[in-house]
């Protein structure tokens, strides 16, 4: 009983201690296996932003020389000063032909001072339709040139920028370039490595213009994928599933943090870009896609060998301190022994030797009584004979 409360008293502690130190290792792991990831992802999402504000700061001072330019034109001058919008229209679409080679612009419309569109160089089938673009409200309303990213009713974004047309020192209009943002798709897996895609909310666009400009792009028409977003532009073939679980929840849960999707057997890393426009909107989402299939399969084998191997590594310590404790208790366990029988045997030594002198007590107790016995008997012989030892005394 001794032994075995000898081994329970340091072994259980000891097991603890190996297995809560193995275990917060294979956790500590885990956490920095999570931790570069995070870093890796979150490296992805500062590109992705730099990248796409590099390039509408490149497209809004592109379109600005372009539309100053074309304000100083002396012969677009001209054709306003004529009211006539058939000239206005002939002189206009030369320079838009050319901006739109160099700048690569989408459009271009001519507002009058009160926001009526009077011509459209790029989109002619609604030129004259009254805007409401929050752009040329706000240059309107400041008198100074404005940009900005607009939703389209078919899903699309348009970063626009607009200027005041002064002539004679009097606001006589507007003009707007306009600028389809599409190609991040292709430009962003190229230059990253990672995949995106644009979601939009679909309280904010048209379903026949969106699914009209499906059609035309060539993208599958599937509006019911996703119950409150559809897919504008994508670059890889499908959406995983389990993006709108993280879309559908309270903005702060999933910006500017690294979120795992899987997959039909794929595991992708998934950060979010809120897209906002002109009008401070959240209208949807740029998601990165970073396939970690291959990465998270590596880590999860580096785990399970590393948590193996620690649990290996504790149950040899475990069973060589088990041994040890084992000897250890064997020698204690003989020692306790053959002190036990050299006691006893002192015992019986001393049992023995108590006998022996009680023997030799004894034999001369009995020894001095049969001598005091003789004394008394001589003495008395000598006192009842007092003639016979003066008869010897003559006699000598």
Aim: glycine fraction near 6%; hydrophobic fraction near 40%; aromatic fraction near 8%.
């Amino acid at each position: 009983m001794a032994s075995e409360k000898i081994k329970a008293r340091i072994l259980l502690p000891l097991t603890i201690a190996i297995f809560g130190l193995l275990g917060t290792f294979v956790t500590g792991t885990y956490r920095v296996l999570n931790k570069n990831l995070d870093e890796e992802i979150g490296r992805y999402l500062a590109s992705v932003k730099k990248y796409v504000q590099a390039s509408h700061r490149r497209d809004i001072d592109a379109m600005s020389s372009e539309l100053i330019s074309l304000t100083r034109s002396g012969e677009v001058r001209r054709a306003w000063t004529d009211e006539s919008d058939r000239d206005l229209c002939a002189v206009v679409k030369p320079y838009f032909d050319r901006m739109r080679l160099r700048s690569d612009i989408s459009h271009c419309y001519v507002f009058d001072s009160t926001g009526a569109k009077i011509l459209c160089a790029g989109e002619p089938d609604i030129a004259g339709e009254p805007t409401g673009r929050f752009t040329l409200a706000q240059a309107q309303r400041t008198g100074q040139m404005a940009f900005g990213v607009e939703l389209c009713a078919h899903g699309t974004f348009s970063l626009k920028v607009v200027t005041p047309w002064v002539l004679e020192d009097r606001p006589a209009g507007f003009i707007e370039a306009g600028k389809e943002l599409s190609g991040l798709t292709g430009a962003v897996p190229s230059l990253l490595g990672v995949q995106i895609a644009t979601l939009v909310r679909k309280e904010y666009i048209d379903r026949p213009a969106w699914e009209a400009n499906c059609r035309s792009s060539g993208i599958a028409v599937d509006w019911d994928r996703f119950a409150d977003f559809v897919v504008v532009e994508k670059s890889l073939e499908n959406v995983p599933t389990g993006t709108e679980e993280w879309l559908s929840r309270d903005r702060k849960a999933y910006v500017s943090a690294r979120q795992e999707v899987k997959d039909d057997g794929r595991t992708f890393a998934t950060a979010f870009i809120p897209l906002i426009d002109a009008r401070a909107r959240h209208v949807g989402d740029l998601v990165l896609f970073h396939d970690t299939t291959a990465r998270v399969s590596r880590a999860h084998h580096l785990l399970f060998s590393i948590t193996v191997m620690c649990i290996l590594i504790g149950l040899a310590l475990c069973v060589s301190f088990y041994k040890m404790l084992g000897n250890i208790e064997r020698e204690l366990a003989e020692s306790r022994h053959k002190l036990i029988e050299e006691s006893r045997a002192r015992l019986e030594f001393e049992k023995r030797h108590t006998k022996e002198l009680a023997a030799h007590v004894v034999q001369l107790e009995l020894a001095r009584q049969a001598a005091g016995r003789l004394a008394e008997t001589i003495r008395n012989e000598t006192e009842n004979n007092p003639k016979d030892r003066r008869g010897s005394r003559r006699t000598d």
